[in-house]
Protein backbone atom coordinates (compact mmCIF):
# COMPACT_ATOMS: atom_id res chain seq x y z
CA UNK A 1 0.00 0.00 0.00
CA UNK A 2 1.07 3.71 -0.59
CA UNK A 3 0.46 6.52 1.67
CA UNK A 4 1.77 10.15 2.13
CA UNK A 5 2.10 11.75 5.10
CA UNK A 6 2.19 15.93 5.80
CA UNK A 7 3.21 15.91 9.79
CA UNK A 8 2.12 19.34 10.16
CA UNK A 9 -1.81 20.67 9.85
CA UNK A 10 -0.80 24.07 9.50
CA UNK A 11 2.43 26.06 9.17
CA UNK A 12 2.97 29.54 9.53
CA UNK A 13 5.79 31.86 8.00
CA UNK A 14 6.23 35.54 7.95
CA UNK A 15 5.96 37.24 4.61
CA UNK A 16 9.74 37.13 2.97
CA UNK A 17 10.99 34.81 5.04
CA UNK A 18 11.89 30.97 3.17
CA UNK A 19 8.63 28.34 3.41
CA UNK A 20 9.30 24.87 3.63
CA UNK A 21 6.19 22.46 4.08
CA UNK A 22 6.87 18.68 4.51
CA UNK A 23 5.60 15.40 2.75
CA UNK A 24 7.19 11.66 3.09
CA UNK A 25 5.60 8.68 1.65
CA UNK A 26 5.93 5.09 1.06
CA UNK A 27 5.30 3.31 -1.66
CA UNK A 28 6.43 0.01 -2.89
CA UNK A 29 8.53 0.71 -5.97
CA UNK A 30 9.99 4.13 -7.13
CA UNK A 31 7.60 6.95 -6.95
CA UNK A 32 6.24 9.54 -8.70
CA UNK A 33 5.37 12.50 -6.67
CA UNK A 34 3.46 15.22 -7.02
CA UNK A 35 2.76 18.83 -5.29
CA UNK A 36 -0.98 20.43 -5.56
CA UNK A 37 -2.19 23.95 -4.37
CA UNK A 38 -6.07 24.39 -2.92
CA UNK A 39 -7.03 28.56 -2.69
CA UNK A 40 -10.35 28.34 -0.48
CA UNK A 41 -13.91 27.26 -2.51
CA UNK A 42 -11.78 25.98 -5.55
CA UNK A 43 -10.37 22.69 -6.99
CA UNK A 44 -6.70 21.88 -6.69
CA UNK A 45 -3.77 23.19 -9.02
CA UNK A 46 -0.71 21.16 -10.18
CA UNK A 47 2.26 23.12 -8.97
CA UNK A 48 4.91 20.67 -9.51
CA UNK A 49 6.19 16.93 -10.01
CA UNK A 50 9.35 14.82 -9.74
CA UNK A 51 9.09 11.52 -12.17
CA UNK A 52 12.87 11.07 -12.60
CA UNK A 53 16.44 13.03 -13.28
CA UNK A 54 17.40 16.30 -11.32
CA UNK A 55 16.60 15.72 -7.56
CA UNK A 56 15.19 19.16 -7.24
CA UNK A 57 12.29 20.28 -9.53
CA UNK A 58 11.47 23.68 -9.95
CA UNK A 59 7.31 24.15 -10.46
CA UNK A 60 4.72 27.35 -10.45
CA UNK A 61 5.06 30.24 -8.64
CA UNK A 62 8.18 29.94 -7.73
CA UNK A 63 7.88 26.95 -5.40
CA UNK A 64 10.44 24.11 -5.52
CA UNK A 65 10.85 20.56 -4.07
CA UNK A 66 13.45 18.27 -3.48
CA UNK A 67 13.41 14.57 -3.70
CA UNK A 68 15.54 12.37 -0.91
CA UNK A 69 15.00 9.20 -1.88
CA UNK A 70 16.84 7.88 1.38
CA UNK A 71 14.57 9.75 3.44
CA UNK A 72 11.48 9.08 1.62
CA UNK A 73 10.59 12.51 1.83
CA UNK A 74 9.71 15.34 -1.22
CA UNK A 75 9.52 18.32 0.60
CA UNK A 76 8.21 21.93 -0.91
CA UNK A 77 10.24 25.19 -0.61
CA UNK A 78 10.22 28.55 -1.75
CA UNK A 79 12.88 31.31 -0.91
CA UNK A 80 10.60 34.47 0.03
CA UNK A 81 6.91 33.61 0.88
CA UNK A 82 4.02 36.16 -0.42
CA UNK A 83 0.89 36.49 1.33
CA UNK A 84 -0.90 34.94 -1.81
CA UNK A 85 0.66 31.73 -0.95
CA UNK A 86 -1.43 31.30 2.11
CA UNK A 87 -3.29 28.46 1.00
CA UNK A 88 -3.58 24.32 1.27
CA UNK A 89 -1.23 22.61 -0.09
CA UNK A 90 -1.05 18.85 -0.84
CA UNK A 91 1.37 16.08 -1.90
CA UNK A 92 0.81 13.11 -3.65
CA UNK A 93 2.34 10.03 -4.89
CA UNK A 94 1.56 7.56 -7.21
CA UNK A 95 4.24 4.38 -7.16
CA UNK A 96 5.91 4.26 -10.68
CA UNK A 97 5.20 0.95 -12.86
CA UNK A 98 2.98 -0.25 -15.74
CA UNK A 99 -0.12 -0.33 -15.00
CA UNK A 100 -0.09 1.54 -11.58
CA UNK A 101 -2.73 5.08 -11.79
CA UNK A 102 -3.51 5.27 -8.18
CA UNK A 103 -2.59 8.79 -7.05
CA UNK A 104 -2.32 9.07 -2.82
CA UNK A 105 -2.49 12.08 -1.40
CA UNK A 106 -1.64 13.65 1.91
CA UNK A 107 -4.07 15.17 4.10
CA UNK A 108 -2.67 18.61 3.56
CA UNK A 109 -1.34 21.23 4.75
CA UNK A 110 -2.31 24.85 5.81
CA UNK A 111 0.54 27.74 4.81
CA UNK A 112 -0.55 30.88 6.51
CA UNK A 113 2.16 33.78 5.54
CA UNK A 114 1.35 36.42 7.54
CA UNK A 115 2.47 40.22 6.58
CA UNK B 1 -8.48 27.02 -22.91
CA UNK B 2 -11.15 26.24 -20.62
CA UNK B 3 -10.64 24.66 -17.93
CA UNK B 4 -12.77 21.50 -16.01
CA UNK B 5 -15.99 22.60 -15.40
CA UNK B 6 -18.19 21.03 -12.62
CA UNK B 7 -21.82 21.69 -11.74
CA UNK B 8 -23.43 22.63 -9.53
CA UNK B 9 -21.06 24.71 -7.37
CA UNK B 10 -23.15 24.22 -4.52
CA UNK B 11 -26.13 21.78 -3.51
CA UNK B 12 -28.11 21.14 -0.42
CA UNK B 13 -30.56 18.17 -0.31
CA UNK B 14 -32.58 16.32 2.02
CA UNK B 15 -31.57 12.81 2.86
CA UNK B 16 -32.81 10.33 1.06
CA UNK B 17 -33.17 12.30 -2.08
CA UNK B 18 -31.30 11.72 -5.25
CA UNK B 19 -28.49 13.92 -6.27
CA UNK B 20 -26.44 14.27 -9.50
CA UNK B 21 -23.10 15.89 -10.44
CA UNK B 22 -22.37 17.30 -13.77
CA UNK B 23 -18.20 17.58 -15.08
CA UNK B 24 -16.90 18.68 -18.39
CA UNK B 25 -13.33 18.44 -18.94
CA UNK B 26 -10.71 19.61 -20.87
CA UNK B 27 -10.83 19.01 -24.80
CA UNK B 28 -8.29 16.03 -25.67
CA UNK B 29 -8.08 14.82 -22.09
CA UNK B 30 -8.94 11.18 -22.10
CA UNK B 31 -8.57 10.22 -18.96
CA UNK B 32 -11.24 11.64 -15.89
CA UNK B 33 -11.77 11.13 -12.15
CA UNK B 34 -14.28 11.55 -9.42
CA UNK B 35 -12.72 12.38 -6.21
CA UNK B 36 -14.49 12.89 -2.45
CA UNK B 37 -13.11 15.53 0.18
CA UNK B 38 -14.10 15.31 3.51
CA UNK B 39 -13.48 18.46 5.12
CA UNK B 40 -9.98 18.78 6.22
CA UNK B 41 -8.47 15.61 4.00
CA UNK B 42 -7.09 15.21 0.83
CA UNK B 43 -9.12 14.13 -1.98
CA UNK B 44 -9.72 10.15 -2.75
CA UNK B 45 -10.33 8.24 -5.82
CA UNK B 46 -14.42 6.69 -5.94
CA UNK B 47 -13.64 6.32 -10.12
CA UNK B 48 -11.76 6.58 -12.98
CA UNK B 49 -12.49 6.73 -17.10
CA UNK B 50 -10.17 5.93 -19.94
CA UNK B 51 -12.66 7.26 -22.72
CA UNK B 52 -15.95 6.21 -21.98
CA UNK B 53 -14.78 3.04 -19.65
CA UNK B 54 -14.31 2.55 -15.81
CA UNK B 55 -11.32 1.28 -15.67
CA UNK B 56 -10.88 2.03 -11.36
CA UNK B 57 -14.15 1.97 -9.50
CA UNK B 58 -13.09 0.18 -6.70
CA UNK B 59 -13.38 2.90 -4.31
CA UNK B 60 -17.16 3.63 -5.35
CA UNK B 61 -20.13 2.74 -3.11
CA UNK B 62 -22.12 0.92 -5.48
CA UNK B 63 -25.15 0.55 -3.51
CA UNK B 64 -25.61 4.34 -4.02
CA UNK B 65 -23.14 5.43 -6.20
CA UNK B 66 -23.26 5.31 -10.01
CA UNK B 67 -21.35 6.93 -12.65
CA UNK B 68 -21.04 7.16 -16.43
CA UNK B 69 -19.20 8.78 -19.24
CA UNK B 70 -21.26 8.46 -22.20
CA UNK B 71 -19.17 9.34 -25.52
CA UNK B 72 -16.21 9.79 -23.36
CA UNK B 73 -16.56 13.09 -22.81
CA UNK B 74 -19.32 14.67 -19.91
CA UNK B 75 -19.68 12.27 -16.93
CA UNK B 76 -22.18 12.17 -14.59
CA UNK B 77 -22.13 11.39 -10.96
CA UNK B 78 -25.40 10.09 -9.06
CA UNK B 79 -26.01 9.76 -5.71
CA UNK B 80 -29.52 7.95 -4.92
CA UNK B 81 -30.43 7.64 -1.99
CA UNK B 82 -28.01 10.43 -0.43
CA UNK B 83 -26.90 9.89 3.11
CA UNK B 84 -25.81 12.21 5.85
CA UNK B 85 -22.32 11.14 5.67
CA UNK B 86 -22.34 12.11 2.01
CA UNK B 87 -21.71 15.61 2.50
CA UNK B 88 -18.41 16.52 1.59
CA UNK B 89 -17.11 18.49 -1.71
CA UNK B 90 -17.21 16.02 -5.31
CA UNK B 91 -14.30 16.68 -7.50
CA UNK B 92 -13.82 16.20 -11.42
CA UNK B 93 -10.34 15.86 -12.67
CA UNK B 94 -9.20 15.19 -16.36
CA UNK B 95 -5.83 14.35 -17.69
CA UNK B 96 -4.05 13.83 -21.11
CA UNK B 97 -1.15 11.24 -19.41
CA UNK B 98 -2.74 9.85 -16.77
CA UNK B 99 0.07 7.90 -15.47
CA UNK B 100 2.86 11.00 -15.64
CA UNK B 101 0.95 13.87 -16.15
CA UNK B 102 -0.51 16.40 -13.76
CA UNK B 103 -4.58 16.08 -13.12
CA UNK B 104 -6.51 19.32 -13.78
CA UNK B 105 -9.34 19.75 -11.19
CA UNK B 106 -12.62 21.90 -11.50
CA UNK B 107 -13.89 23.45 -8.56
CA UNK B 108 -15.93 21.09 -7.10
CA UNK B 109 -19.38 19.89 -6.01
CA UNK B 110 -20.24 20.84 -2.28
CA UNK B 111 -22.92 18.72 -1.23
CA UNK B 112 -24.57 19.03 2.27
CA UNK B 113 -26.69 16.45 3.25
CA UNK B 114 -29.85 17.59 5.73
Known amino acids: AQSVAQPEDQVNVAEGNPLTVKCTYSVSGNPYLFWYVQYPNRGLQFLLK??????LVKGSYGFEAEFNKSQTSFHLKKPSALVSDSALYFC?????????????FGKGTKLSVIP | EAGVVQSPRYKIIEKKQPVAFWCNPISGHNTLYWYLQNLGQGPELLIRYENEEAVDDSQLPKDRFSAERLKGVDSTLKIQPAELGDSAVYLC????????????FGEGSRLTVL
Open chain 2, 93 to 104: ASSFDGYTGELF
Open chain 1, 50 to 55: YITGDN
Open chain 1, 92 to 104: AVRVAGAGSYQLT
